[in-house]
């Protein structure tokens, strides 16, 4: 089992930053991917990075050259700047873990990120 507690979220004037973190516990030397999704009232939940056990980086387009997603042995981090208002969402912390040949997929709780115009 994995458990994730996300932390970081709040309340920013737009083209400020804010830094979500999301603290892993439990089974982690096995987690393979740990990503940031995020989901807007009335949208689907969106990927918004993902950052493999090597170091490997994907952006959602949306995103790309404002937030930057990093790991340690603790969890995973979201560094987000130049915040928009679209930005505004509840942001998920992630993790995939492969174990006896299946996949195991958990979920934080979401911390809320309000942008102001």
């Known amino acids: 089992q994995v458990q994730l507690v996300e932390s970081g979220g709040g309340l920013v004037q737009a083209g400020g930053s804010l830094r979500l973190s999301c603290a892993a516990s439990?089974?982690?030397?096995?987690?393979?991917?740990m990503g940031w999704y995020r989901q807007a009232p009335g949208k689907q939940r969106e990927l918004v990075a993902g950052?493999?056990?090597?170091?490997s980086t994907n952006y959602a387009d949306s995103v790309k050259g404002r937030f930057i997603i990093s790991r340690d042995n603790s969890g995973v981090y979201l560094q987000m700047n130049s915040l928009k208002p679209e930005d505004a969402a509840v942001y998920y912390c992630?993790?995939?873990?492969?174990?006896?040949?299946?996949?195991?997929?958990?979920w934080g709780q979401g911390t809320q990120v309000t942008v102001s115009s």
């Open positions: 439990g089974s982690i030397s096995s987690i393979n991917i």
């Open positions: 992630n993790a995939r873990r492969s174990w006896s040949g299946s996949l195991f997929v958990y």
């Open positions: 950052i493999i056990r090597g170091g």
